[in-house]
Nanobody, 125 residues
Framework: QVQLVESGGGLVQAGGSLRLSCAAS????????MAWFRQAPGKEREIVAG????????YYADSVNGRFTISRDNNKNTVYLQMNSLKPDDTAVYYC??????????????????WGQGTQVTVSS
């Protein structure tokens, strides 16, 4: 059974940085794409960044491009999200997710079948 455990959220002032981590278990990590999604109160869950199984393809939402960096360490079964120049609009619960299908490259939420419990990121102005 796939388990995803996020860590690294918290409260930060605008302009600050945070690094989220997500430790995965249950399947061969290096075979599956990963992504970070976020959901703010009253809004739909949206993709923030994604990375394919080998780490050589990434995707960023326009709102975070140039500020956030997704990476993965397949030896540690962990995916990271480095968030710099944070803005109050980045405030949300951030979720780590894994695609359902082996080797699939996708940035569509409907193709992600496994989710962490979420970690709160709050950016104060």
């Amino acid at each position: 059974q796939v388990q995803l455990v996020e860590s690294g959220g918290g409260l930060v002032q605008a302009g600050g940085s945070l690094r989220l981590s997500c430790a995965a278990s249950g399947r061969t990590f290096s075979n599956y794409g990963m992504a970070w999604f976020r959901q703010a109160p009253g809004k739909e869950r949206e993709i923030v960044a994604g990375i394919n199984w080998s780490g050589d393809r990434t995707y960023y939402a326009d709102s975070v491009n140039g500020r956030f960096t997704i990476s993965r360490d397949n030896n540690k079964n962990t995916v990271y999200l480095q968030m710099n120049s944070l803005k109050p609009d980045d405030t949300a619960v951030y979720y780590c997710s894994q695609v359902r299908i082996i080797w699939q490259v996708t940035w569509d939420l409907k193709n992600y079948g496994y989710w962490g419990q979420g970690t709160q990121v709050t950016v104060s102005s």
